[in-house]
Every structure is written in structure tokens, then in C-alpha cells.
């Protein structure tokens, strides 16, 4: 006998893309064709009492997992999952600060990747919560990652050259240490061709306009 009842759409999945600062996220999700969520918009304003400082006296710990809002991230994962469509901050780095807002749909995509420097930090309530494809840490040569890292942000005016040059060379001695503490957090390790073979893997296994409509 057949159900006259409509199915329901099945709501989308995420790959949480993660790695070092500069280690190629952003042109890798680019190029999958899926939509993208910047996990980094959800840094804290430079006003904000709770962010971290770093020991020396230099600043806010932008590196700290504590000067991100990882609710609000998990939240618009979850809204992007269950109804296709979320408004996420827009965050300006060299401000320190958020400027705005903007929506975003994934227009009938059933998978989507979310990128940034604290996605493996939520890999687990992802999980947890039925929304995980995949989790995946891009890694490669420190040295090839500092240097991008440096042009990037000197390109951009992210922040002062002095601070830009001993952020880098601070995550260049701790690199390892940081791939390290993603694979403990679930996330896979791997470079660029790994990482576009397990996405498109994801992706075969998520049925076409799955996502919901509002």
C-alpha cells in the first residue's frame, strides 16, 4: 500500500574543514563547488571582556579556541542543516569586529562546508547532533604554510606587520602541535587531494535537494 502522506525533505550535512592558519581552506572549499560557511565571522569583537590575551602582553589570542563564539557557529550549522538557510555575521579582521550581517542559502544543496581555524572545536556537537558528513584537517609544510599565512595577511592589512610577522612565526613553531590537537578533536588529517576525494565521497552519499524550505 502506498502512503498518500508527502515525504520530508532530509535536512543537509556538513564537512567541517579545518587546519592551520593558512594552510589553503578557503581555496580548497572553493573549489569542491559546495556551499561555504566562514567559520572565522564568528570571531568575538576586540571589545569583547571575555577574550583571551596572550602571555606576553601583545594582544588578544586570536589563536585561542576562547575568541571564538562556538555556539553561534553551531547554531547556523544547524539552521543551514534543518532549513537551508541561515544569516551569519560578517566580520572584518582588520577591525576586530563584526560589521554586519548577510544571509545565506544553500539553494537545494544537501551537503556544505563549513572552514575555519576552530572547526574541529565543534566537531563533536556536529556530531553528536546528526549533522556530520565529514571532518577534515588540511595539512602541510610549516614552512609553505607561514609563508602564505604572512603574504595573506599583509596582503589584507589584517593587522600590523610586526604582529603579523610573530603571530606567524609562532604558529610555525607550534604547527604540528596544532594538526595534532585537530586529529584528538575527530578531525582527519590530510592534504588538498585527500581532502577533494573525501568530499566528493560526502557528497555521493547525500541525496540531491535535501535541504529544507522554510
Known amino acids: 500500500m502506498t502512503s498518500d502522506l508527502p515525504s520530508l525533505p532530509r535536512p543537509a550535512r556538513v ?71 541561515t544569516v551569519v555575521p560578517e566580520y572584518d579582521i582588520a577591525a576586530s569586529a563584526r560589521t554586519g550581517s548577510a544571509g545565506l542559502a544553500l539553494d537545494g544543496a544537501s551537503l556544505f562546508i563549513a572552514e575555519g581555524v576552530f572547526a574541529a572545536d565543534i566537531i563533536e ?3 553528536e547532533a546528526g549533522l556530520l558528513a565529514d571532518a577534515l584537517c588540511l595539512r602541510g609544510r610549516p614552512a609553505t604554510t607561514f609563508r602564505r599565512r604572512l603574504a595573506r595577511d599583509l596582503r589584507e592589512g589584517r593587522k600590523p606587520p610586526l604582529y603579523l610577522v610573530r603571530r606567524g612565526l609562532r604558529l610555525l613553531r607550534n604547527e604540528r602541535t596544532i594538526v595534532a590537537r585537530h586529529a584528538a578533536l575527530g578531525a582527519h588529517p590530510c592534504a588538498k587531494p585527500e581532502a577533494l576525494d573525501r568530499i566528493a565521497a560526502a557528497r555521493a552519499l547525500c541525496p540531491v535537494g535535501a535541504a529544507a524550505r522554510p
Open 15 to 85: 564537512v567541517l574543514l579545518t587546519g592551520p592558519s593558512g594552510s589553503g581552506k578557503t581555496s580548497l572549499a572553493a573549489l569542491t563547488g559546495l556551499p561555504v560557511l566562514n567559520l572565522d565571522d564568528f570571531y568575538k569583537d576586540g571589545t569583547d571582556p571575555s577574550l583571551p590575551q596572550l602571555p606576553d602582553g601583545d594582544g588578544a589570542d586570536w589563536d585561542s579556541p576562547s575568541s571564538w563564539d562556538a555556539g553561534a557557529a553551531v547554531a547556523a550549522i544547524a539552521e543551514l542543516c534543518r532549513a537551508g538557510r
Open 125 to 127: 556537537r556536529c556530531r
